[in-house]
């Protein structure tokens, strides 16, 4: 098993940043990627940002290329999702998950079999 949790979120203006951690512990060797997803209230959970462990390849959703950047500590087991110039859209929980190599689209969550709890991330106007 892996366990994941997230912090770092919160409530900012719009225009502003926050920067997410999700620290990893357990089986951290049974899997590839990490990805950052976010879910709003009534809509779907969403892709954001996935990056792999091996390489450090990044991956984005076309709406935050430019404004947020994923990045990895190796020795901490550490993901953050560095998240500027947000938008009140955005306002949504972010999650943290991870997924091994073998199958399926890295953007959907359908193939990520280990999720944090989520953090709130909150965008005024």
């Known amino acids: 098993q892996v366990q994941l949790v997230e912090s770092g979120g919160g409530l900012v203006q719009a225009g502003g940043s926050l920067r997410l951690s999700c620290a990893a512990s357990?089986?951290?060797?049974?899997?590839?990627?990490m990805g950052w997803f976010r879910q709003a209230p009534g809509k779907e959970r969403e892709f954001v940002a996935a990056?792999?462990?091996?390489?450090?390849?990044?991956y984005y959703s076309d709406s935050v290329k430019g404004r947020i950047t994923i990045s990895r500590d190796n020795a901490k087991n550490t993901v953050f999702l560095q998240m500027n110039s947000l938008k009140p859209e955005e306002t949504a929980v972010y999650y943290c998950?991870?997924?091994?190599?073998?199958?399926?689209?890295?953007?959907?969550?359908?193939?990520?079999?280990?999720w944090g709890p989520g953090t709130q991330v909150t965008v005024s106007s």
């Open positions: 357990g089986r951290t060797f049974s899997y590839d990627y």
């Open positions: 998950a991870a997924r091994t190599i073998v199958g399926g689209t890295l953007f959907s969550p359908a193939y990520y079999p280990y």
């Open positions: 990056i792999r462990w091996s390489g450090g390849s990044t």
